[in-house]
């Protein structure tokens, strides 16, 4: 197991700090220059990127995730939380879509029309 220091601490807040700053100021550049810098097609995708790369700058110095021990259960709950998380977002998406679709204004007044007694 790997000694924890104020000095890992300070790199991670050092590296969120900047992927943060770089963030913001990639979409306030987008908007002032009124959407001419950067295509969203563009900017989207790097904005995930940045976001990615945070998520893995939180977890190795914060959450620490690369110090335990050999069994690496944190590693597993990780993991875990994550596949249940993508289970839940991507089930309420799908979901959702399949509502909007059968939801449909035309076809609900088609189905009401051709209901006896309305």
Request: no cysteine; proline share 3%.
């Amino acid at each position: 197991m790997k000694k924890i220091t104020i000095k890992s601490y300070v790199i991670g807040f050092t590296f969120s700090l900047i992927l943060t700053l770089s963030a913001y100021f990639l979409v306030s550049m987008h908007i002032n220059s009124d959407f001419g810098i950067l295509s969203q097609q563009i900017l989207i995708p790097l904005i995930i990127g940045i976001a990615i790369l945070q998520l893995i700058v939180q977890l190795i110095f914060f959450l620490h995730l690369t110090h335990e021990s050999k069994p690496r259960w944190n590693f597993v709950f990780f993991i875990s939380t994550i596949g249940v998380i993508l289970i839940v977002v991507v089930g309420s998406v799908w979901i959702m879509n399949h509502l909007n679709y059968n939801m449909n204004p035309q076809q609900v007044d088609q189905y009401v029309q051709s209901q006896d007694g309305f």
